[in-house]
């Protein structure tokens, strides 16, 4: 993965030429290829969602990209189009994980707590894309902050039997709960001030 990284990256500082041509891309056309590719790219993952067959933290950060570049473009719309097909593809895995826990089958439970976790990052990110309200921003953050906290204990106990080997597990577990609690509370400050 690091060697098709850095042919991309290199490929891209030093002007790669068109496959089959000798004809370097337009600066334009690469934008215009690079922005199609990841397009197609987040529908794969859309439809990968559901079945959890993806990497939630990547796919959130590819759909983020693609609606960076849409309202860069000047298309706010689909910027927020894309974020909501997010929203139900990770409900939708969150709905059959959480289905799955209840009827008890096989190890689901940390499968269900990442549905959980990338709902939450994605409905957050719509919220925040739409320009939405504070008191539903606020319900998700204190959502996330409870999740954080089930993290941090699970990950206590896990480093309380091993030892340190887990230290790193527990202490990254830590910081997203800190962090998690940081935001919320200024998400609520703003809520006080009347802010968005």
Known sequence: MRAILFVVTLFS?????????DK???LTGR???ARAARQEHVELLLRQAPTGEC???????AVRRLADEAVAAGDHAAAVRWHEQWVA???KFDTKANAALAMGTGSVGLVAHRAKAARIEAEVDLIRRRGGGSASLIELLKERVALCAE????AAKVMAVSGHGL?????????ARLDA?????SAEADAKKGGK
Do not use: N
């Open 151 to 154: 993290s941090e204990k699970l």
């Open 89 to 91: 593809a990770v409900r």
């Open 55 to 61: 990497d939630f933290v990547a796919a959130a950060a």
């Open 181 to 185: 609690e940081a935001e919320l509370a």
């Open 167 to 175: 230290k790193g597990d527990y202490l990254e577990a830590k910081v």
């Open 24 to 26: 370097p891309i337009a």
């Open 13 to 21: 500082a030093v002007g790669a030429s068109a496959v089959g041509s």
């Open 31 to 33: 934008r215009a290829a």
